[in-house]
């Protein structure tokens, strides 16, 4: 059987990951800074992480001339930031608040957390170097993460208890607290959504990121590959690979116009959706929706 390496990159896509910038800077002042996902642990004594850096990047030189090389693991809020790392620039630490660490390789402000290393051993992996460093000092932020699954940012959502009352040790008086709190209901709901959502969405065949390009691009025209990057909160590289997928399933042609088959299967997707919003609102009467829905405009123009 052929190998088909587009396919093996989307099915690695199903497990969901943190999001991390790895900076560091070498003798000359030279900062450098990339987006990687393939960060992990590998040993607590000594403790030791790792990443991976493409063999054709522009950033290696840097990296394995450093004596460290930082870890910044980027919060919910710093899409961003991820997007600035993870594209091509002449100067990506423009207008970026950092601070030195260990080496002077630079964090970054705000993160959920940081692991300052010292380079350990690299180590050849195929078509990427594998970058292991001893974390010689970290910090935790304890803010919520970023991750990152099926080509897609996301959010981490706890689950917040179990199904039935019946299941929850919780006292009385800590579950009356838990429903009277309008972030735990929300937690919750949508919770539910996703499990609900997310299962009738997959079975299309089609993962999140290439759902959300696909419905994007079924109302938009003349769009280009820039203009999707801005329009949805998808890496620039991964939204040429989500378009490089529905292009493969004959769902889009070339100039990213809809085929015929592309239109079935977006009225598809529309469709799951608008079911999945009125099982969701079929308890609430036309003025309960109308209200429910400029709460939910009025959260979103007032949050920060």
């Avoid at 705000?110 to 051993?121: D, G, L, S, V």
């Avoid at 025209?221 to 998808?234: F, G, H, K, R």
Wanted: hydrophobic share 40%; glycine share 6%.
């Amino acid at each position: 059987m052929e190998f088909d390496a587009k396919e093996f990159r989307r099915c690695l896509g199903n497990f969901a990951t943190g999001v991390t910038v790895i900076t560091a800077k070498s003798s000359d002042g030279t900062q450098v800074g990339v987006t990687a996902n393939s960060f992990n642990s590998v040993s607590l004594d000594p403790p030791l992480i790792l990443w991976s850096i493409a063999k054709t990047s522009s950033s290696y030189a840097v990296f394995d001339n450093a004596s460290h090389f930082s870890v910044n693991i980027l919060a919910a809020d710093q899409i961003d930031l991820s997007n600035n790392f993870a594209k091509p620039s002449d100067d990506k630490f423009a207008n970026i608040d950092t601070q030195p660490g260990a080496g002077d390789a630079p964090l970054l402000i705000n993160t959920a957390a940081n692991f300052q290393c010292e380079k350990y051993q690299i180590v050849d992996g195929g078509d990427h170097w594998i970058m292991m460093g001893k974390v010689v000092a970290f910090e935790n932020h304890g803010r919520a993460p970023l991750l990152y699954v099926q080509g897609s940012y996301a959010g981490a959502i706890p689950f917040t208890g179990a199904k039935t009352p019946a299941q929850n040790i919780a006292s009385e008086q800590t579950l009356a607290r838990l429903h009277d709190s309008s972030i735990y209901l929300m937690t919750k709901v949508l919770q539910k959504i996703q499990e609900n959502y997310l299962p009738k969405q997959s079975s299309t065949g089609l993962n999140t990121s290439e759902a959300r390009l696909l419905l994007v691009l079924s109302d938009t025209n003349s769009t280009s590959v820039e203009d999707l990057t801005q329009l949805i909160t998808i890496p620039a590289v991964d939204v040429e690979s989500g378009l490089d997928s529905l292009k493969g399933f004959e769902l889009i042609d070339n100039d990213l116009s809809l085929t015929d088959k592309g239109r079935d299967m977006a009225e598809r997707l529309w469709a799951i959706s608008n079911q999945q919003q009125e099982d969701i609102l079929a308890i609430l009467n036309e003025s309960e929706r109308n209200t429910f829905k400029s709460i939910l405009h009025t959260l979103l123009k007032k949050m920060p």
